[in-house]
């Protein structure tokens, strides 16, 4: 792991960081304001919902206000990552990379092999970015009342 910064930390649901993570999810995802739509489910968190995060899956952070975040939710035969934000100023430190290898290992210890997770069809930057981790698309999905693909799904299998 990159250990350039700090390892990673599993929060629980009394943790004081909450308030940053929301923080930090809302300002690495504001730049999608106007290029997706729907709009991201992140004006729908809240510090109610990332304590039900906490407690039907993992939130991970990086650093102590924190800088990067990933939250990781088991599902059948694959563990769903969502909300990976990374704060702008930390950028290009390896902060995803080494979230996404804290993801692999959680996987292992459910007995999973496949990393899941999904992008808005917009994203295409984040695409590639996934697909520089280890990420290939796997499918394509809508939210309801659309008629067109509104996100793609990658997969990345372990071995």
Same mark, same amino acid.
């Given at each position: 792991?990159?250990?350039?910064?700090?390892?990673?930390?599993?929060?629980?649901?009394?943790?004081?960081?909450?308030?940053?993570?929301?923080?930090?999810?809302?300002?690495?995802?504001?730049?999608?304001?106007?290029?997706?739509?729907? &709009?991201?489910?992140?004006?729908?968190?809240? #510090?109610?919902?990332?304590? =039900? @995060?906490? /407690?039907? %899956?993992?939130?991970?952070?990086?650093?102590?206000?924190?800088?990067?975040?990933?939250?990781?939710?088991?599902? &059948?035969?694959?563990?769903?990552?969502?909300? #990976?934000?990374?704060?702008? =100023? @930390?950028? /290009?430190? %390896?902060?995803?990379?080494?979230?996404?290898?804290?993801?692999?290992?959680?996987?292992?210890?459910?007995?999973?092999?496949?990393?899941?997770?999904?992008?808005?069809?917009?994203?295409?930057?984040?695409?590639?970015?996934?697909?520089?981790?280890?990420?290939?698309?796997?499918?394509?999905?809508?939210?309801?009342?659309?008629?067109?693909?509104?996100?793609?799904?990658?997969?990345?299998?372990?071995?």
């Amino acid at each position: 792991m990159n250990t350039a910064y700090s390892e990673p930390t599993r929060l629980n649901r009394d943790s004081l960081v909450l308030p940053e993570v929301l923080r930090l999810i809302r300002e690495s995802f504001a730049y999608m304001e106007g290029r997706i739509d729907p &709009p991201s489910s992140m004006h729908r968190l809240t #510090l109610d919902s990332l304590r =039900r @995060q906490i /407690d039907e %899956g993992e939130i991970w952070v990086i650093g102590d206000r924190p800088d990067a975040v990933v939250f990781l939710t088991p599902k &059948p035969g694959r563990l769903y990552l969502s909300k #990976l934000a990374v704060d702008l =100023r @930390q950028r /290009d430190r %390896g902060l995803a990379r080494t979230l996404i290898e804290q993801a692999q290992v959680q996987a292992r210890r459910y007995g999973l092999d496949i990393l899941e997770l999904q992008s808005r069809v917009e994203l295409v930057e984040n695409h590639a970015t996934f697909a520089r981790l280890g990420f290939s698309k796997t499918g394509e999905t809508a939210h309801p009342g659309f008629d067109r693909p509104t996100s793609i799904t990658m997969q990345k299998r372990l071995g």
